[in-house]
C-alpha cells in the first residue's frame, strides 16, 4: 500500500499517491476491439509522400522522414506585429514563432513503436538538426518538440509523426525544470536530473529498461498511472550533444519503452510525449539534462485519468496507482511487439 504524498524535485510540486484504494495491480484485462486494418499510403492523409495538403502545397515523395512547416500554426511569422494594448494590468504580444511537422516514416500505417531501432536514430537525426537550426535562431528561446498519440489526445490522423514548436517564450514546465536546475547546480555543484539517476538507480524498483548509455524509469514522483522518462546516462543539456553510440542507445531504450507500453493491453498505446531540452535563449544551461517523458492518459484500457478538481481545480496531481507496481507491470511485457507475434 501507499498513501503518502511525494516530491517532484522537476515541477516543485507535491504529488499526491493514494494507492491504497483500489489497492489490487491490474488483472490482464486488453482492450477487445478490432484494430482497424489501415492503408500503408492514404490519398487524402495530409501527411503521406505526394499528397498535395490543404495549403496547395505538396508533400515530396520522402522515403524515410518529412519535415514541413505547419499550414495552421498556433505560432507563425505571419503572427500580427501590431497589436492593441490590452487594459490595466494585461499584457500581450506577437505570437511569433515557428510551427513544423516531422513525419517519422512514408507509412501511414505504422507509430513510432514499430520503426527500427536505425529508423528512430535516423528520426533522432532529424531532432537534433531541428533543434540546432531552430534554436540558434535569434528569435527562438525555446525549441518544443513533441507527439501526440491516439485519438483520447486528439489525434485523428494514425500517420507517425510529431510537432515543433519553435518560440519566442519558454514552455512554462522547461522554463521550472531550468529553473530548479539552474539552482540545484549552484547550491549542490550536480546536476538534479543526475540525482534523480542516482536516486531510481538505488532504489531500482522503477527502472524498466537500461543499457550502456541510457535509461528508461518510471519516476519516484510519476503523477501519470504509466508515466516514463528515457534519459541518457551522461549529462546532455540537448538531444544535440548525443553521439553516435549515444543515439543507439537512445533508440533502443526508446523502442523498447514503446514496444512493452503497446504490449501492455495490446493495444496501441496513446501518450503525449514531449523532449525536454535546454532552452535556447542564451542562459547557462548547465543544470539542464535532456530527456523524454511519457505521459499516457490511460489508467487503464478505454479508462482516462480525468484530471479534475485537485489537479485543474489546485494544481496537483492525485495518482491512485503506485509508480512501483506499474514500472513492474511495464518490465514484465515482452520486449517483442504484439503485431509481430500474432
Ligand atoms: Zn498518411
Ligand atoms: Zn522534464
Not at 536505425?118 to 537534433?128: D, G
Not at 540546432?132 to 513533441?146: A, K, M, P, T
Not at 514548436?165 to 529553473?179: D, H, S
Request: charged share 25%; proline share 7%; hydrophobic share 35%.
Amino acid at each position: 500500500m501507499t498513501w503518502e504524498e511525494r516530491w517532484h524535485p522537476l515541477r516543485e510540486e507535491w504529488v499526491i499517491v493514494a494507492a491504497h484504494r483500489q489497492n489490487r495491480p491490474w488483472n490482464g484485462e486488453t482492450v477487445e476491439r478490432e484494430e482497424p486494418v489501415l492503408p500503408g499510403h492514404l490519398n487524402d492523409c495530409y501527411l503521406c509522400p505526394g499528397v498535395t495538403r490543404v495549403s496547395g502545397k505538396r508533400n515530396d515523395d520522402y522515403k524515410s522522414t518529412f519535415v514541413f512547416d505547419n499550414d495552421h500554426p498556433c505560432v507563425g511569422l505571419d503572427a500580427p506585429r501590431h497589436l492593441d494594448a490590452p487594459a490595466g494590468i494585461y499584457r500581450n504580444r506577437p505570437a511569433t514563432g515557428v510551427a513544423r511537422v516531422v513525419c517519422y516514416s512514408p507509412r501511414h500505417n505504422l507509430t513510432l513503436a514499430e520503426l527500427e531501432t536505425a529508423e528512430i536514430v535516423n528520426l533522432m537525426r532529424v531532432w537534433q538538426e531541428q533543434y540546432v537550426e531552430l534554436g540558434s535562431r535569434e528569435e527562438i528561446n525555446h525549441v518544443l518538440i513533441f507527439e501526440n498519440k491516439g485519438e483520447v489526445v486528439g489525434v485523428s490522423n494514425p500517420h507517425p509523426h510529431c510537432q515543433i514548436y519553435a518560440t519566442n517564450f519558454v514552455f512554462k514546465t522547461i522554463e521550472t525544470e531550468a529553473r530548479v536546475s539552474e539552482r540545484h547546480l549552484a547550491e549542490t555543484g550536480r546536476v538534479l536530473f543526475q540525482d534523480i539517476l542516482k536516486a531510481e538507480r538505488e532504489d531500482g524498483r522503477r527502472i524498466i529498461f537500461e543499457n550502456e548509455s541510457a535509461i528508461v524509469f518510471l519516476p519516484y514522483f510519476a503523477r501519470y498511472a504509466y508515466e516514463a522518462f528515457v534519459a541518457p546516462k551522461a549529462w546532455r543539456p540537448s538531444i544535440a550533444a548525443l553521439g553516435e553510440a549515444e543515439l543507439r542507445d537512445f533508440a533502443e531504450a526508446l523502442n523498447r519503452l514503446l514496444v512493452k507500453f503497446d504490449n501492455l493491453w495490446r493495444a496501441p498505446f496513446p501518450y503525449v510525449m514531449p523532449l525536454h531540452q535546454a532552452p535556447t535563449d542564451g542562459g547557462d544551461h548547465r543544470g539542464f539534462h535532456f530527456h523524454i517523458e511519457f505521459h499516457p492518459p490511460l489508467r487503464r484500457p478505454n479508462l482516462l485519468k480525468y484530471l479534475a478538481g485537485p489537479e485543474i481545480g489546485g494544481g496537483n496531481f492525485l495518482s491512485d496507482t503506485s509508480p512501483e507496481e506499474k514500472a513492474a507491470e511495464l518490465r514484465a511485457q515482452p520486449e517483442v511487439h504484439y503485431k509481430q507475434t500474432r
